[in-house]
């Protein structure tokens, strides 16, 4: 997007000055300050070239923040569709196969999609108080630390305050 007329050959330079990707210098400001010193331009004329090469950066950016904003947005969107169509096929789902291994055991494939149930181990934590302190991770506020839980209970030792908890969740692939 160019806002502004500038001089081809400065934007030329000053793009192959920065690398594309992460904008990342390329060479050093004296060798960029010498070769736009060789462009064949009246000093004011780079001057205002550049400042306008930098409002149009500054407008990409604006661009892209407002971009990133709208596919954030569509994103969380389409999130939540994903969770709402997931919980209506689950309840279906269960209604007709209220036993948890026959819903593990149901699949349906078709050319355009497959859908089946897989199992999960989660950890319920009823009450924090009862869990022994190597299980509590302190962040801004007291959570368990699942990951440590789950890691010893399958171990085989006994954590007061904390069961493993079988899940069925449904994959879309």
Request: with cysteine; aromatic share 6%; charged share 35%.
């Amino acid at each position: 997007m160019t806002l502004y007329d500038i001089d081809e050959r400065l934007v030329t330079l000053l793009n192959d000055h920065f690398d594309i990707e992460d904008g990342v210098v390329c060479e050093t400001e004296e060798e960029l300050a010498k070769k736009i010193d060789e462009v064949s331009l009246d000093l004011d004329t780079k001057i205002e070239n550049i400042g306008c090469y930098i409002k149009n950066l500054e407008a990409d950016v604006e661009a892209l923040k407002k971009e990133e904003d709208n596919l954030y947005g569509r994103r969380k969107s389409a999130e939540r569709k994903i969770e709402s169509l997931k919980n209506y096929l689950n309840g279906y789902l269960t209604a007709c196969y209220p036993n948890e291994d026959d819903k593990a055991k149901w699949r349906f494939k078709s050319p355009k999609v497959v859908l089946g149930f897989r199992k999960s181990t989660i950890v319920e934590v009823p009450d924090l108080d009862k869990l022994d302190k190597t299980f509590i991770k302190i962040k801004t506020e007291t959570s368990a630390d699942k990951k440590a839980i789950k890691e010893a209970i399958t171990n085989g030792q006994n954590v007061q305050g904390a069961f493993l908890k079988q899940n069925v969740n449904l994959s879309v692939k």
